[in-house]
């Protein structure tokens, strides 16, 4: 069987729960990232910028991995031009070359985004593309570099959706502080549909995913997403409940759409903390369904429900503070 797995974007949120999945399955897991990993005791870590294909490459013949699960990423939406982000299509390119130099490379699962269709977008068809930022453009350069690339290896492609749980940071961190401090609220009256993917969930379907037929595996795209949509507002009351014992305050939509002006007018002073702006809002507020039917026939039960994942993700939280 393959045992040894590189994990790229090892120190981020998905790519840490990734290595410490597969590392609970006794493979030896090879964890390369360009920053420092804070966990580099429990597996073998190598610091490494993908854009360097030479350093690469010298990891590469050390390694002789059989499985690459490529998760390193340029991830922020800050970019104006597509050139600052070519971690995302040059760097996949270089894993790409490299891989098909060693025959032990059986897999890759090449990590793409949600954002190369603009959200709200039917992303049922999968080769439908219709990015509205620079980094979801990035992401549609590198699914097409991957598609049209001569591999030796079987691959896939994940489409990670938002993903939250233990140990995020950011604005997910943020919004517990919110909710803790009982001045977070909910907006409007309409339900809202969402298909997010707990983190734990997410590790366990990558791994599946990587294990799976070749018939099932090989050239396909899929979303990774716990099954069953959350309707938001529901999900955040669960988590105030759970953490405050109280459900949040419901506001008229008018209202939120007032603070993201305000949100709007403190971004173009370079003021980026304020909690919603107008391009927030609208994702917020926009459904986001995906299909999981072929997903689920290959992972099968996931290991937590809602519930569990919530008072997980609390737990997490509160042992940070």
Avoid at 131 to 157: H, N, P
Avoid at 197 to 206: E, H, P, R, V
Avoid at 248 to 263: C, R
Wanted: glycine share 4%; aromatic share 16%.
């Amino acid at each position: 069987m393959s045992n040894k797995v590189l994990v790229t974007g090892s120190t981020g949120f998905i790519g840490n729960e990734v290595c410490n999945f597969f590392l609970k399955k006794n493979y030896k897991v090879y964890a390369l990232d360009k920053t420092l990993s804070k966990s580099s005791n429990k597996f073998f870590f190598f610091r490494c910028n993908i854009m360097n294909k030479n350093h690469l490459l010298k990891i590469f013949k050390e390694i002789n991995p059989d499985i690459i699960i490529h998760l390193a990423a340029k991830t922020d939406l800050e970019g104006s031009d597509l050139n600052y982000y070519r971690e995302n299509f040059i760097g996949t390119k270089n894993i790409i070359e490299i891989s098909n130099l060693f025959p032990s490379i059986k897999r890759v699962v090449f990590a793409s985004s949600l954002l190369v269709n603009k959200i709200g977008t039917n992303t049922n068809d999968y080769l439908f593309y219709n990015a509205d930022t620079k980094y979801g453009q990035s992401k549609v350069l590198m699914e097409k570099i991957i598609r049209f690339s001569k591999c030796s290896f079987k691959w896939c492609i994940i489409r990670p959706t938002t993903i939250w749980g233990d140990n995020i940071r950011n604005h997910f961190d943020t919004l517990l502080k919110l909710i803790e401090l009982r001045i977070y609220f909910n907006f409007g009256y309409k339900k809202i549909y969402k298909s997010y993917g707990y983190i734990k969930n997410s590790a366990y379907q990558i791994y599946k995913l990587s294990l799976t037929s070749d018939n099932l595996f090989n050239r396909k795209i899929y979303y990774i997403a716990d099954y069953d949509p959350l309707e938001l507002k529901e999900w955040i009351n669960k988590i105030s409940e759970y953490l405050t014992g109280k459900k949040v305050i419901n506001l008229p939509l008018f209202f939120a759409k007032f603070l993201a002006k305000i949100g709007d007018l403190l971004l173009t002073f370079g003021f980026k903390k304020f909690p919603i702006q107008s391009f927030r809002l609208n994702n917020i507020l926009t459904n986001f369904e995906v299909e999981t039917y072929d997903l689920k026939k290959i992972c099968g039960k996931l290991p937590y429900n809602l519930d569990t994942a919530i008072l997980s993700f609390i737990n997490s939280y509160k042992s940070k503070k």
